[in-house]
């Protein structure tokens, strides 16, 4: 009986600990770390946080909008957690966060459809580069002016892949995971990476009163790093963290 009461208890309060919190993910698609289908988001995050979910007992709520809107409703406090992202871009932000531990990389590139031998940013000079409008891409940005890089701006990663694809860009900066993952789905984007442009460790971004949180969220990333779930999550979009 009271091994009995004792699991009730334990139970009991395990409900009480449980929180709901939300998650950003970008519209316009961002796959593989989110995209919708059937209605549904699924991708990279989703799959990560159903992980946690299961580690937690928390649940995560996944809220659509556009990068800009997404990063001001977080710096409002609207938004709990901003998935995959490095400090540095960031740092312009009236609301920085508080960060989980690095659990993978996001690696961004110059993709083209061309096959081209550029090597460095001035090669790319008097051309047209797209970019995601919100993202930051570091001291890459230096090549960003009239007479050098020409950028232009889309909402979404998925824009870019057209304008490329269609030629109505020369280049666009992607991450590398996005770029595999259509190439994995759609064998008529013959789109090539030409030239690697950051690597940089990634965490969970969270709202600053959320430290709770936050060492949670690092003990469930420590398990599923040492499983090697976070591995097969990302082998699962044809892709690595």
């Not at 998650?23 to 991708?43: I, Q, T």
């Not at 960060?99 to 081209?116: G, L, W």
């Not at 490329?164 to 013959?190: C, F, H, P, S, W």
Request: with cysteine; proline share 5%; aromatic share 12%.
């Amino acid at each position: 009986m009271l091994r009995f009461v004792l699991v009730v208890l334990c139970f009991l309060s395990f409900l009480l600990k449980a929180e709901n919190y939300t998650v950003l993910c970008y519209h316009s698609a961002n796959p593989p770390y989110s995209f919708v289908e059937n209605n549904k988001v699924k991708g990279i995050f989703p799959d990560i946080f159903t992980r946690i979910s299961e580690l937690t007992g928390h649940q995560f709520n996944f809220v659509n909008f556009s990068v800009a809107r997404g990063l001001n409703l977080f710096d409002q406090g609207k938004i709990d957690i901003e998935p995959g992202v490095n400090p540095i871009w960031r740092r312009h932000t009236q609301s920085p966060g508080i960060y989980s531990d690095f659990y993978a990389f996001s690696r961004e590139v110059i993709i083209s459809k061309k096959n081209n031998q550029e090597k460095n940013p001035t090669d790319l000079y008097g051309k047209v580069l797209g970019i995601v409008r919100g993202y930051r891409y570091g001291d890459f940005e230096q090549h960003f002016a009239q007479s050098k890089i020409v950028k232009v701006e889309s909402r979404s990663e998925l824009e870019l892949l057209s304008q490329v694809n269609y030629g109505r860009i020369d280049y666009a900066i992607m991450g590398e995971a996005t770029a595999l993952y259509y190439q994995k789905v759609n064998d008529e984007l013959q789109l090539i990476p030409i030239m690697m442009v950051s690597e940089l460790p990634v965490a969970m971004r969270v709202q600053p009163n959320l430290s709770g949180l936050k060492k949670e969220l690092n003990r469930a990333l420590k398990v599923m790093s040492k499983n090697g779930e976070i591995e097969k999550i990302y082998a699962k979009y044809g892709t690595k963290p």
